[in-house]
């Protein structure tokens, strides 16, 4: 508060934000979706080319889940783990960068706080303020020309560990049907559409989009890529058996 101003009775100040820098969410929502899509296309196209209800169809879904998991969290794995390393040397260099000419640094941390329209005077004493502690100096350096912080680096374990269990649990939804009996596509074709849409409705809880647009366009892409892979094998299958 300043100058007497009091907080307004709508604003309680407890409220949160939610995590949009953790290593969980984007590898979570990419591999439920790639998971359900990828092993949903797999299946038509094996039913499109070979005799529905066959076991190859079976084999072929629980090849795609377990290839898939294990591929998406490597790939996240290595990804996440290749993106932290490279904050950390980055995040090195800038403290080794305060420690050698502090001055020139503050300077610098100062002309960035007057970019963004603070008087000079107090940018400086903004600055100066900051460079009094040098990690205190270095979270703000970081934040201000990395758009990092330095102590919420995305986790690669995480990461890999969300984008296997969701891969997992998408590429399941198309499979289960056969796994029940089901001797032909449209099992796998109603809950598979079913779960593409809830999936993009849930995913809207996140964003700025309302639940029946990401629903309707993640139903539309999946069931888009399901038919394009169906009627591939449904050409290449005869001539194959």
């Given at each position: 508060?300043?100058d007497g101003a009091q907080v307004s009775a709508e604003h309680h100040g407890d409220h949160k934000h939610r ?126 020309e990395l758009g990092i912080d330095r102590n919420d680096l995305p986790n690669p374990l995480v990461a890999a ?81």
């Amino acid at each position: 508060m300043t100058d007497g101003a009091q907080v307004s009775a709508e604003h309680h100040g407890d409220h949160k934000h939610r995590d949009v820098n953790g290593g969980w969410l984007r590898p979570a929502v990419f591999g439920a979706m790639d998971g359900l899509v990828s092993n949903f296309a797999l299946i038509a196209g094996m039913d499109g080319g070979t005799q529905s209800g066959s076991k190859f169809i079976v084999l072929a879904g629980l090849a795609g889940l377990a290839a898939g998991a294990f591929s998406m969290a490597a790939g996240e794995y290595t990804s996440v783990a290749s993106q932290r390393e490279l904050a950390r040397a980055e995040i090195e260099v800038e403290r080794l960068e305060i420690a050698r000419h502090p001055i020139d640094e503050e300077i610098e941390l100062a002309e960035t706080y007057r970019a963004k329209g603070l008087d000079p005077d107090l940018a400086e004493k903004v600055a100066k303020q900051f460079h009094t502690d040098p990690d205190q100096a270095l979270d703000e350096h970081v934040r201000e020309e990395l758009g990092i912080d330095r102590n919420d680096l995305p986790n690669p374990l995480v990461a890999a560990g969300s984008s296997f269990v969701c891969f997992a649990i998408g590429a399941f939804i198309p499979l289960l049907p056969y796994l029940l009996g089901a001797t032909n596509v449209v099992p796998a074709l109603i809950m598979s559409l079913t779960a593409l849409f809830a999936a993009g409705a849930v995913v809207s809880r996140v964003t700025s989009r309302s639940w029946w647009y990401s629903g309707l366009r993640q139903l539309i892409l999946g069931g888009a890529a399901a038919a394009l892979t169906y009627f591939v094998g449904s050409l290449v299958g005869p001539g194959i058996g």
